[in-house]
């Protein structure tokens, strides 16, 4: 299994352009850097989480999170979370997120992964 910061390195050669998509190197690496928020979120709430049948939704666990350990990670946690979703999904009346947003996020994901 792939570690989070692997994914975030992944997301950052996508747009620096050493992996060249094109226009969907954006909301790729968009995807890549998702996936590594999610990869920390279950870790972070394994401890309070059923090890069996369906887990709770990533809005509880972020719920869970700001109750824990407050605003001061549960905000930035949160935020980072819609903005991702949002990159992620594709409206046909959306533009393409702009690689200096995915940028963005990856670097306040990165604030989040670190200890």
Request: hydrophobic share 40%; aromatic share 6%.
């Amino acid at each position: 299994m792939t570690n989070p910061g692997r994914l975030l390195e992944l997301a950052d050669t996508i747009l620096d352009g050493t992996v060249g998509l094109g226009v969907r190197g954006p909301r790729t690496a968009a995807v890549l850097t998702r996936s590594a928020f999610e990869m920390w979120l279950d870790a972070v709430s394994a401890p309070w989480t059923p090890k069996f049948g369906h887990g709770p939704s990533t809005r509880s666990k972020l719920v869970v999170l700001r109750a824990l350990h407050g605003a001061a990670k549960g905000d930035p946690a949160e935020q980072v979370w819609h903005r991702l979703s949002r990159a992620c999904h594709h409206h046909a009346y959306d533009l393409q997120p702009s690689a200096g947003e995915i940028r963005r996020l990856v670097t306040l994901t990165r604030g989040l992964l670190a200890p």
